[in-house]
């Protein structure tokens, strides 16, 4: 169980070119879910918190133009990179937590993704 | 604002040897210390979590220990094995909601 899964697990794209990445939870609701971004050998930065139904949240300095988040449903969160640069080339990583565990009292764990490796060319 | 530190930055041991992993948080209202596992091109998974209300918790090779006086949390591995060669992250936060705030993480190299 808590699996989370990203779609793709990496993209190559061209300068100017928007990217979409999924984030879905297949076995578990996730009202809300995070989204990571990790530049190497470093820890996960948080970039903002997605919560179904609602506008995300994003973390001081970071462009909620650039990065368009939507949380349609209960399993599925897209973070979409608009007008990439090379500076946006990072591994993008997204989490999860369980509702029905939050809700139970018994879990508030987050539970990641395998994270999706851009290249912006 | 809240802030947890993680060391050491890097961890080298034989194969057989324990590892241990130690860090410290600000925040007292914490009350969830989960640690994460993370290979290489891959994304971080749960290995083992405590809460504020337990001092100590085991799962096979694996344990953590927590004062919450000092604010100190602590990751143990017995027998260390080259699979478990990786970075590890822990994490302090509030049930409720709040934001999980993360160590800088540890290289672990496990030799064999």
Known sequence: ?121 | GENVEQHPSTLSVQEGDSAVIKCTYSDSASNYFPWYKQELGKGPQLIIDIRSNVGEKKDQRIAVTLNKTAKHFSLHITETQPEDSAVYFCAASKTGGFKTIFGAGTRLFVKA
């Open chain 1, 1 to 121: 169980g808590a699996v989370v899964s990203q779609h793709p697990s990496w993209v190559i794209c061209k300068s100017g070119t928007s990217v979409k990445i999924e984030c879905r939870s297949l076995d578990f609701q996730a009202t809300t879910m995070f989204w990571y971004r990790q530049f190497p050998k470093q820890s996960l930065m948080l970039m903002a918190t997605s919560n179904e139904g609602s506008k995300a949240t994003y973390e001081q300095g970071v462009e909620k133009d650039k990065f368009l988040i939507n949380h349609a449903s209960l399993t599925l969160s897209t973070l979409t990179v608009t007008s990439a640069h090379p500076e946006d080339s990072s591994f993008y990583i997204c989490s999860a937590r369980d509702t029905g565990h939050i809700l139970a009292g018994v879990s508030d764990t987050q539970y990641f993704g395998p994270g999706t490796r851009l290249t912006v060319l």
